[in-house]
């Protein structure tokens, strides 16, 4: 079992910046032995994969909605991964989840959150002006 700490949500006009952070803890939490994945659920709708990483060797994938605008990264010795956000848009807002796997994430399951054992809480997004 992990524990999470997620935070860096709040509210933000379109076109700004936020960076997400999620923090693991637990037996085998290294994020070098996981599959690190950020999820978006917009209000009403499923949720979505946003972004992972893997740990083995670093393979990063992205949604098509968010390449270009947002970057996944970790830091091991915090064991912290990273959702830096840019240019944010209205269709951004929602809640972040955090997810964990120790599975390598392969190109056509990253982004269903069935690949994911560990959940963390979510941390809302609000983009509005």
């Known amino acids: 079992q992990y524990q999470f700490v997620v935070s860096g949500g709040g509210l933000v006009q379109p076109g700004g910046s936020l960076r997400l952070s999620c923090t693991l803890s637990?037996?085998?939490?290294?994020?070098?032995?996981?599959?690190i994945g950020w999820f978006h659920q917009a209000p009403g709708k499923e949720r979505e994969g946003v972004s992972c990483i893997s740990g083995r060797d670093n393979t990063t994938f992205y949604a098509e909605s968010v390449k270009d605008r947002f970057t996944i990264s970790r830091d091991n010795a915090k064991n912290t991964v990273y959702l830096q956000m840019k240019n944010l848009k209205p269709e951004d807002t929602g809640d972040y989840y955090c997810?964990?796997?120790?599975?390598?994430?392969?190109?056509?399951?990253?982004?269903?959150?069935?690949?994911?054992?560990?959940w963390g809480a979510g941390t809302q997004v609000t983009v509005s002006s």
């Open positions: 637990g037996p085998r939490s290294s994020l070098d032995r996981n599959t």
């Open positions: 997810a964990a796997d120790r599975k390598w994430p392969y190109s056509d399951i990253w982004y269903k959150p069935r690949f994911y054992d560990y």
